[in-house]
């Protein structure tokens, strides 16, 4: 059965964006969302700006706040984030966040299912503009267009997918919670050395005198669409090595490029700039290429890999970190001045002990992640059969 297809414009009773006016941070008042406070966990109101009552009646934000019922959809940046507004609460949007109003006849959450669908993704993505900052302006999305079934047929559909979607949060907090458990066991054997008093009386060493290090840093190299798959700081996170951006080098360029090193499976990964301070073991492949901004670091024997990824993660060394680092706009550190760092070195059988741990965790992990696979692909199997009528 196929479904009537309507323009987003003729099914919502307000289509806007936020303010195109962001009024100073003073640390409490009105809350003020921009993307980076939409997630899959909801909206950050906690952590966003927050603008004084004066500001938020001054620029008029209030006629076109988001109330309850409102689909946000992130228009600037990353595209695609939607978030249906449940709370009854006073809080203003920038620009980057269109508002979406549904009439009566079009129920809130069937919308916002509808915005994370790819195929409207893939529209929205169609008239994206912009270089630098990706975006796809107000009127491209208001001529968007959506499959409209009866209203009942819509709840349904929505009750489908809102169950199919919390088995992929819920796995996906499950991991979450697993990071927040190694760093809990972290803490528990090592945080004694990383305060001011124990750091001081602690026995310590220069990472310079304890690890063995490839540095990677210097020119882009050249890339292709296949080959050798690239990882630069863009891929490395806190605690892990993200799959996107994937990039790649040609297979023939490989060996003249690792000239400084190969680097291995379990090495540490520390981003020296844009972003600093990141750091990550590098996992298993077959080869791969170290790019940009980035270290590779080996311990010699006195301290596990592990240990000295959350070592170098710890907020008492990334303080360390910072202090020594340099620039303005992008903060980065020197080699040297990295390799004057002290580390704590406690017992090897404690660090053992944390990475045998850690080796449990990543597994369990894996198996949460190739779940979470297998979630997506049947939420998105559903979901292009819902909105071609076939559910």
Same mark, same amino acid.
């Given at each position: 059965?196929?479904? %009537? ?148 047929? %819509? ?16 796995? %996906? ?195 949460? %992640? ?22």
């Amino acid at each position: 059965m196929s479904l %009537q297809q309507v323009e987003l414009s003729d099914v919502c009773t307000l289509l806007t964006d936020g303010t195109h006016y962001t009024p100073p941070n003073i640390g409490e008042g009105i809350p003020f969302l921009t993307v980076k406070d939409v997630s899959d966990k909801g909206l950050d109101f906690e952590g966003c700006s927050k603008i004084s009552i004066e500001e938020y009646t001054k620029a008029d934000l209030g006629n076109s706040a988001p109330k309850v019922g409102d689909v946000l959809f992130s228009k600037d940046g990353t595209v695609g984030k939607v978030h249906v507004v449940s709370e009854s609460k006073d809080f203003a949007v920038l620009s980057s966040l269109a508002i979406l109003r549904p009439f009566d006849g079009l129920d809130s959450n069937y919308l916002a299912h509808v915005m994370r669908n790819p195929i409207t993704l893939r529209q929205a993505n169609k008239n994206k503009t912009g270089s630098a900052l990706r975006r796809i302006i107000l009127s491209d999305i208001k001529k968007l267009k959506i499959p409209l079934p009866p209203l009942e047929e %819509q709840k349904r559909i929505a009750a489908i997918l809102d169950k199919a979607d919390s088995v992929r949060l819920k796995r %996906q907090q499950a991991i979450d919670l697993a990071d927040n458990f190694l760093r809990s066991v972290f803490l528990d054997m090592f945080g004694e050395h990383f305060t001011t008093e124990g750091y001081a009386i602690s026995h310590k060493k220069k990472i310079k005198e304890l690890v063995d290090y490839i540095d990677y840093r210097g020119k882009t190299p050249k890339k292709s669409d296949s080959g050798i798959p690239l990882v630069t700081a863009k891929n490395v996170k806190k605690g892990f090595v993200s799959e996107e951006p994937r990039e790649f080098i040609p297979a023939e360029n490989y060996l003249d490029w690792m000239t400084r090193g190969l680097p291995k499976e379990g090495d540490v990964l520390f981003t020296t700039e844009a972003p600093l301070g990141n750091a990550a073991l590098l996992g298993c492949y077959d080869k791969v290429v170290v790019g940009q901004r980035l270290i590779a670091l080996t311990a010699k024997g006195e301290l596990t890999q592990e240990y000295l990824l959350y070592c170098l993660l710890n907020p008492f060394i990334q303080d360390e970190i910072y202090k020594r680092s340099s620039g303005s706009t992008v903060k980065g550190i020197r080699t040297k001045e990295l390799y004057e760092i002290e580390l704590p070195v406690p017992d090897i059988k404690l660090q053992e002990k944390f990475s045998k741990a850690y080796k449990k965790s990543v597994q369990s992990k894996h198996k949460l %992640q190739e779940a979470i696979i297998e979630s997506d692909n049947m939420f998105n199997s559903l979901s292009q059969k819902a909105f071609a009528g076939e559910l």
